[in-house]
């Protein structure tokens, strides 16, 4: 069995041989299986929490090993969660969605949990890998599948201060606070939105048309969640359009307006009943904050959404 350990919010697993390892990584990760793997591998992973279902996990292997996420597991054990690795030393390979990127020092890139993945490391090697929920980032950024399976250079500077960030998260770990933990969970999801939007080329185009619209009008629900009125109907009337025409723009962007509308405010409940500093507030004080009039219909679509009812959550 593998060894572990427990330093305040740090947990460390040591492991020797392919058992002991694809029950660490299956544990700290998602369930896993390996490929191959050398005799007399050695591997240890020592990961934080930051947020529920956010981690920064360092990661040492000794020795050839092949990880998979294989179709079968992304099946059967499925799971929603995006996961950036930075290559520290050593080489690898991440192969998803048809893609193979090779892994330098200095090099990362993310991979998708629900899609099957492989990951390569012929020799020893150490890395640090940020996982954090989907919606955390395609909240932010549109193109997350482009750029699954696709290089995150440290030649450029926005992946160079992601990855300066995550050196020294991971140095001042031992002596952060569960307030500074939630905090840079958010800064490192912003980070890596940024590289992402740095390496996917050149600045996106200001909007036009029909596009420019809808994010006029997603900008406002963003902004404007919180209040109760807010409806398309309501939104309809901010931007001199007709219902149906707001319902036909959200359309386009596989959604409905009042979807959305949901979707941000149960995005901003979230991130208050997982925030240390707001521990004090009842859960229909939050559920209040964040635009819903009814504490039944916020529990029923905070189950829909996350799997688990708010007080459940907050207690985790």
């Given amino acids: 069995m593998a060894h572990i350990t427990h330093t305040g919010p740090m947990n460390a697993v040591h492991a020797h041989g392919a058992a002991e390892w694809e029950q660490a990584i299956s544990t700290g990760f998602v369930p896993l299986r390996l490929g191959r793997v050398a005799d007399g591998f050695h591997g240890s992973l020592t990961q934080t929490g930051l947020l529920p279902g956010v981690t920064v996990t360092t990661v040492r292997?000794?020795?050839?090993s092949e990880v998979l996420r294989t179709p079968r597991l992304a099946g059967s054990a499925p799971r929603d969660d995006l996961l950036f690795s930075l290559h520290l030393s050593g080489t690898g390979t991440v192969r998803q969605r048809g893609r193979e990127t090779r892994l330098e020092p200095g090099t990362g890139a993310v991979y998708d949990a629900a899609v099957?993945?492989?990951?390569?490391?012929?020799?020893?090697?150490?890395?640090?890998?940020?996982?954090?929920?989907?919606?955390?980032?395609?909240?932010?950024?549109?193109?997350v599948d482009e750029a699954c399976g696709r290089p995150l250079s440290t030649r450029q500077p926005a992946t160079r201060v992601l990855?300066?960030?995550?050196?020294?998260?991971?140095?001042?770990?031992?002596?952060?606070?569960?307030?500074?933990r939630a905090d840079l969970a958010w800064s490192s999801a912003e980070l890596l939105v940024t590289a992402l939007r740095a390496a996917a080329g050149e600045p996106r185009p200001v909007p036009e048309g029909r596009r420019a619209l809808l994010e006029a009008m997603r900008v406002h629900v963003r902004e404007r969640c919180a209040d109760p009125r807010l409806t398309p109907e309501v939104l309809a009337r901010r931007h001199s359009v007709s219902v149906r025409h707001v319902t036909a723009l959200f359309a386009e962007a596989g959604t409905s307006p009042a979807a959305f509308i949901r979707e941000q405010r149960l995005n901003r409940a979230h991130r208050a009943l997982t925030d240390p500093r707001q521990?004090?507030?009842?859960?229909?004080?939050?559920?209040?904050?964040?635009?819903?009039?009814?504490?039944?219909?916020?529990?029923?679509?905070?189950?829909?959404?996350?799997?688990?009812?708010?007080?459940?959550?907050?207690?985790?």
Avoid: K, N, W
Wanted: no cysteine; charged share 25%; glycine share 6%.
């Fill in 61 to 64: 292997t000794r020795g050839d």
């Fill in 279 to 316: 521990a004090h507030r009842t859960i229909a004080a939050i559920a209040a904050g964040a635009g819903f009039a009814d504490r039944t219909t916020f529990t029923r679509a905070f189950v829909r959404r996350y799997g688990a009812t708010p007080a459940e959550l907050r207690a985790r």
């Fill in 116 to 143: 099957p993945y492989s990951l390569h490391f012929p020799a020893s090697s150490r890395e640090i890998v940020l996982q954090l929920p989907r919606r955390m980032l395609s909240e932010r950024f549109d193109r």
């Fill in 163 to 180: 990855a300066a960030f995550l050196r020294g998260l991971v140095a001042a770990m031992p002596r952060l606070d569960a307030e500074s």
